[in-house]
């Protein structure tokens, strides 16, 4: 079985600051494709999750350009530069190469 | 505009079963797989099922934690998924969001969920 470990809750950021989350996979995901299909949700409190990253560094339309991600094999980040209210919520990494696996989630908070 | 609404969940006692249904609109849903992803109160997500398009014969898959309990059917004439939970138990009291799946493997869009609640 996949498994895609995420940190409980990030390191508490300032807004304005930088905020990284990680998520490390128990396997490669890199496909028999050549494509690694990782992906980054946000779900925001009480709303449904929302694609943020596909294929690892790719930000989905409407998305702002301070979310990016980054990784290979196994080892992957998301980073929100400039924190902003509206980021908080919880991050989950998912990966589509193996048995559609999300992460358990990286609470954001704000110091 | 990609719609997706889930409707079915309620009270069901354990044991009983229940059929959810995902209407959507504003795409051409015979092209896309649609997926349940499910998130008990409190905790992460949990992909459930997905069916694929008429291209691929309809294969549907399911998490290896359900898969027994779990059918997930579509009917492209009235662009809607289905998902038919048997044997339900407590731990399966959740939201089920019915998800499209693009073809990129991302889920692009959600539904705003249905509850699911198992007590007697």
């Known amino acids: 079985d996949v498994v895609l470990t995420q940190t409980l809750v990030a390191q508490p950021v300032r807004l304005g600051d930088q905020a990284s989350i990680s998520c490390r996979s128990s396997?490669?995901?890199?496909?028999?494709?050549?494509?690694?299909?990782l992906e980054w949700y946000l779900q925001k409190p009480g709303q449904s999750p929302q694609l943020l990253i596909y294929?690892?560094?790719n930000r989905f339309s409407g998305v702002p350009d301070r979310f990016s991600g980054s990784g290979s094999g196994s080892d992957f980040t998301l980073k929100i530069s400039r924190v902003e209210p509206e980021d908080l919520g919880v991050y989950y990494c998912f990966e589509g190469t193996h048995e559609l696996t999300f992460g358990s989630g990286t609470k954001l908070e704000i110091k | 505009e990609v719609q997706i609404l889930e409707t079915g969940g309620g009270l069901v006692k354990p044991g009983g079963s229940l059929r959810l249904s995902c209407a959507t609109s504003g795409f051409n849903f015979n092209d896309y797989f649609m997926n349940w992803v499910r998130q008990a109160p409190g905790k992460g997500l949990e992909w459930v099922a997905q069916i694929r398009n008429k291209n691929y014969n309809y294969a549907t898959y399911y998490a290896e934690s359900l898969e027994g309990r779990v059918t997930i059917s579509r009917d492209d004439s009235k662009s809607s998924v289905y998902l038919q939970v048997s044997s339900l138990r407590a731990e399966d009291t959740a939201i089920y969001y019915c998800?499209?799946?693009?073809?990129?493997?991302?889920?692009?869009?959600w539904g705003p969920g249905t509850m699911v609640t198992v007590s007697s």
């Open positions: 396997q490669s995901l890199v496909h028999s494709d050549g494509h690694t299909y």
């Open positions: 294929e690892v560094s």
């Open positions: 998800t499209r799946l693009a073809p990129y493997w991302y889920f692009d869009f």
